[in-house]
């Protein structure tokens, strides 16, 4: 029952934690309402293209989304340790696989 109790505690714990595992993404602030989603410099995976979130008073603007439904489950990850805003629009920028889901 203790250990149970333990188990439970620390899962509470991680969930509570404000910064979910985006790897191998960087997310980080720019500035007020102004976030970037990267891969690090040494980064030597896959190409993908940065991930920008721009906040509004109503909703979120993104440009570009990542290239995979994996990318995308991050990208929603870190919005939503932020914000619950809805996301109103997307902006892809060009068409290389690289940027759209």
């Not at 690090?40 to 979120?60: F, K």
């Not at 990542?66 to 939503?80: E, W």
């Amino acid at each position: 029952m203790i250990r149970a109790l333990i188990l439970l505690a620390a899962l509470l714990a991680v969930r509570a934690s404000a910064q979910p595992d985006l790897g191998p993404f960087v997310g980080r602030e720019l500035a007020p309402g102004l976030h970037l989603l990267t891969t690090p410099p040494d980064y030597l995976g896959r190409v993908i293209g940065n991930v920008s979130i721009i906040e509004q008073s109503d909703g979120l603007v993104l440009v570009d989304s990542g290239g995979t439904i994996a990318d995308g489950r991050r990208v929603v990850a870190y919005i939503r340790s932020f914000t619950r805003k809805p996301v109103k629009a997307i902006l892809i920028t060009h068409w290389h696989g690289d940027h759209p889901l």
